[in-house]
């Protein structure tokens, strides 16, 4: 039998909580019977909507009143103290009580807390957000997303680590192949961080991924590269501009293709194949985003998903931790 | 009769020139006729294409046989001399015998020359690269798309002068909505730069425009705003990352709707929706980038596209002039 696999969960963060997150729970659960689950919450709640549908040996509640708001700002919500779901779910793994944590809660808060709690990797100067992104082919890491408005070669580098070994730990059998989001592909275009990081990059003998010079934001999602690496400010306008230019599209599509009584008609003959389109887009597929750079990965799910989001961000973390992400990193890093 | 608008064409740039370019002449020649070109190029090839299409008192040929080639560098494009079609076509502007410039050439090159020939608006620091962008509601102006990939909140607050005077020279009867491209709506977030611009924006009387604050990259396309300021780095990677988001759900969209008979014979009904769709999304429409902040506008039309593309640029030059692009820059500086 593989290890079993313990996550550390906060029930009461993002919308519809603790239901969403126990429902998450249990629909994982189902398909995951080696993990095990610490949840973090109101305890009566849990345990009504629990209602004997997990194993017993399966989970824990461990009770507590005290919540981080959504509408906290990232210091306010880390001064709601050390017994908020959030920061017990965090001092867990700082305790090596489970293996990974995750929160649909508040974002900024999320990260304070980890960083307060949590050791930095050793030579990783800055933590950073990643997320998933599909591609023509698979699927891309990229990174960051926010966390580090402002990078130097330094930190470009180590998300250039920290994004390989995520992505190994996802995609054991593919290469990573990084690139730097740039404005051109040209050696010469660009701010001189991201060339000095590119020279840097390119003259290394890398381990665990293979550089692929700059890639454009057209081509981030043809899949030529998986691992796509960004200052936080550039990172976060590129995946929000993707995100706002999907919206903009299918409700266009929605639009044209619902608009009269033939479009009617034939889009219920294409249903299937809508759906096979819907499922393939499903921004579900990709919630969550990955804290990385700390001694144990955090994993924020987002606040407004559903429990088919949260239990598909509960199985990230289970191929993170059976990956081994930090192992890795340390490895790539040497 | 309304005053004759003069356009100087560069027609040797861009893909399958100069025929594209001259049939996207003829193209937009038969619904505004009260439109001159003066056409730069090989003589004998444009007479060829044109071949009696075009009335003798709407242009005129001015032979070169020198070009800017598509694979210079910028430097190099301006290095081959005073006698190529694209610097003789901006000369034309310069010495006023005509009130715009376009090219589908070399863009680097067209920016240097355009800089080395043409004058800068009084009061402007430097010229920035704009486009338009569909939205929920109409279309938005854009800036800067990497001409300056380094900006100050000098230069941001003279791109939003710009860009409102560009969007009131196309749609003259709406209101010019002002938003800098960040990274959360809070006052607090983003660089130091992009937070001085908007004390700055939010203290002035603006005149030709509304400041509306901050955007994200995933209300770029809602309609709220209709001139979205960036620097030319992360306009770049947001407009890229648009058009390559746009070209990802395109082709699953296609991959879905015709991967087998029920969805070849539904979508074969649903023809004239698809189409509409398509419609809406043709990039065409949005062909060509603005170059502002000379004394003269410059139009860069895409090189990759098509005759109606061109044809698409060449009215936006003639609403550009009848706006009176230049003037509303310089009154809403003061």
């Not at 990059?201 to 454009?216: A, C, D, M, V």
């Amino acid at each position: 039998m593989s290890k079993m696999i313990k996550i550390a969960v906060d029930a009461m963060g993002g919308d519809n909580s603790p239901k969403k997150v126990i429902d998450g729970i249990i629909h994982h659960h189902k398909s995951n019977t080696n993990t095990f689950y610490q949840i973090f919450g109101d305890k009566e709640k849990i345990q009504n909507h629990i209602n004997d549908q997990l194993s017993s040996y399966s989970f824990e509640i461990i009770h507590t009143k005290d919540v981080v708001k959504g509408t906290d700002s990232p210091l306010e919500g880390a001064k709601r103290g050390k017994n908020t779901s959030m920061w017990l779910a965090v001092q867990s793994v700082k305790e090596k009580k489970s293996d990974i944590v995750i929160s649909a809660g508040n974002t900024g808060a999320l990260l304070v807390i980890s960083k307060l709690n949590l050791k930095m990797i050793e030579n990783i100067d800055k933590p950073a957000l990643s997320a998933l992104w599909p591609n023509k082919k698979n699927m891309s890491v990229v990174l960051d997303l926010g966390a580090n408005i402002e990078c130097s070669p330094k930190n470009l580098i180590d998300f250039s680590i920290m994004g390989s070994a995520l992505f190994k730990s996802l995609y054991p059998d593919d290469t990573a192949r990084v690139a730097l989001l740039n404005i051109g592909s040209e050696e010469l275009k660009g701010n001189e961080i991201i060339k000095e990081t590119y020279q840097q990059l390119n003259q290394k003998n890398n381990t665990g991924f293979e550089f692929e010079g700059y890639i454009e934001g057209n081509q981030l999602m043809n899949g030529d590269v998986n691992v796509i690496v960004a200052d936080g400010f550039t990172g976060n306008v590129a995946l929000k501009t993707a995100e706002g230019t999907a919206n903009f599209i299918t409700s266009e599509l929605k639009k044209a293709m619902t608009g009269n009584i033939i479009g009617k008609i034939s889009s219920l003959l294409n249903i299937s194949n809508l759906k096979k389109f819907k499922k393939r887009l499903d921004p579900r597929l990709y919630n969550g985003a990955i804290f990385i750079g700390l001694d144990s990965p955090v994993i924020k799910s987002h606040g407004g998903t559903d429990y088919i989001g949260f239990s598909n961000s509960l199985s990230v973390c289970t191929r993170i931790v059976s990956g081994n992400l930090i192992e890795k990193i340390r490895n790539y890093i040497s």
